[in-house]
């Protein structure tokens, strides 16, 4: 989301680096970008969870 910050490190949702989703077959797939970008690209730019239940997102800590 936006914050102060927004201008210094950009938007929270550029700084996710991993999914933990559920699939609706109820398959659990760890999401990276190197481990399948098709997806991992989809749900940054739609986090509608369309595409299963995200159950953990990583995101990367910066100081600041």
Same mark, same amino acid.
């Given at each position: 989301?936006?914050?102060?910050? $927004? *201008?210094?490190?950009?938007?929270?949702?550029?700084?996710?680096?991993?999914?933990?989703?559920? @699939?609706?077959? /109820?398959?659990? +797939?760890?999401? $990276? *970008?190197?481990?399948?970008?098709?997806?991992?690209?989809?749900?940054?730019?739609?986090?509608? @969870?369309?595409? /299963?239940?995200? +159950?953990?997102?990583?995101?990367?800590?910066?100081?600041?």
């Amino acid at each position: 989301g936006y914050s102060w910050k $927004t *201008n210094q490190f950009g938007l929270a949702i550029d700084t996710i680096v991993s999914f933990e989703l559920v @699939l609706p077959s /109820g398959d659990q +797939l760890f999401v $990276t *970008n190197d481990t399948n970008p098709d997806l991992f690209f989809a749900l940054r730019v739609s986090p509608s @969870l369309a595409f /299963g239940e995200a +159950l953990n997102a990583e995101h990367l800590s910066r100081a600041g």
